[in-house]
């Protein structure tokens, strides 16, 4: 079955750098999606990418879907303590509305 | 209103006791979930309803109960279970259609079984 797969699975950081987590899936998505979960929270939307090759932006975090639509990326520049959580991408299963989700990579960030 | 909301927010029940988890959303969407997420994992679905049937079940066992008594409310009866059962519990909705629409996410019930 399709599985999607994030690394790193953890990632510490000091504020202000940069951090990047990458999303693979071992079959073609026609979309992916991407969710933040902050500690003791619930998963919140946060993109869906369509097309191949697309980069959206939402202020400091940088979106991509690539080109073959099998993997995909999220950078933060110059993180701040708000952007602890865990980020997952999450790829349509089979037809409509079921998603896979990646195992999530874990973000803390020291101040 | 795009919230979702899931009651109650903690729940201890032993292995012997009966239990139900409420979740209710008021977007309009017509497709519900019900997800298991252990600490450290991502959510694993376990039901979906669409236009109030469901349409999923992920191999739950049957101590897990899904109901969708209308369009607006989900609920997961739960009867004699075991301590790895403890997990939150998120529901979750989302439009229905040929493709996915995003899904928002309830705070959660968090289960404890003892």
């Known amino acids: 079955g399709q599985q999607v797969m994030q690394i790193p699975q953890y990632q510490h950081v000091q504020e202000g750098e940069d951090f990047t987590t990458y999303c693979n899936s071992s079959t073609t998505l026609s979309n992916i999606q991407w969710y933040k979960q902050r500690p003791g929270g619930h998963p919140v939307f946060l993109i869906q990418?369509?097309?191949?090759?697309e980069v959206k932006k939402q202020k400091r975090l940088t979106f991509q879907f690539g080109e073959a639509k099998k993997n995909s990326s999220l950078h933060i520049t110059a993180t701040q303590t708000t952007d602890v959580g865990t980020y997952f991408c999450a790829g349509p299963r089979d037809a409509g509305n079921m998603l896979t989700f990646g195992g999530g990579t874990r973000l803390m960030v020291k101040p | 209103d795009t919230e979702v909301t899931q009651t109650p927010k903690h729940l201890v029940m032993g292995m012997t006791n009966k239990k139900s988890l409420k979740c209710e959303q008021h977007?309009?969407?017509?497709?519900m979930y019900w997800y298991k997420q252990k600490a450290k994992k991502p959510p694993e679905l376990m039901f979906v309803y669409s236009y109030e049937k469901l349409s999923i079940n992920e191999s739950v066992p049957s101590r897990f109960s899904p109901e969708c008594p209308n369009s607006s409310l989900l609920n997961l009866h739960l009867h004699a279970l075991q301590p790895e059962d403890s997990a939150l519990y998120l529901c979750a909705s989302s439009q229905l259609g040929l493709v996915s629409y995003e899904q928002y996410f309830g705070p959660g019930t968090r289960l404890t079984v003892t």
């Open positions: 977007m309009g969407h017509r497709a």
């Open positions: 990418l369509v097309k191949s090759g």
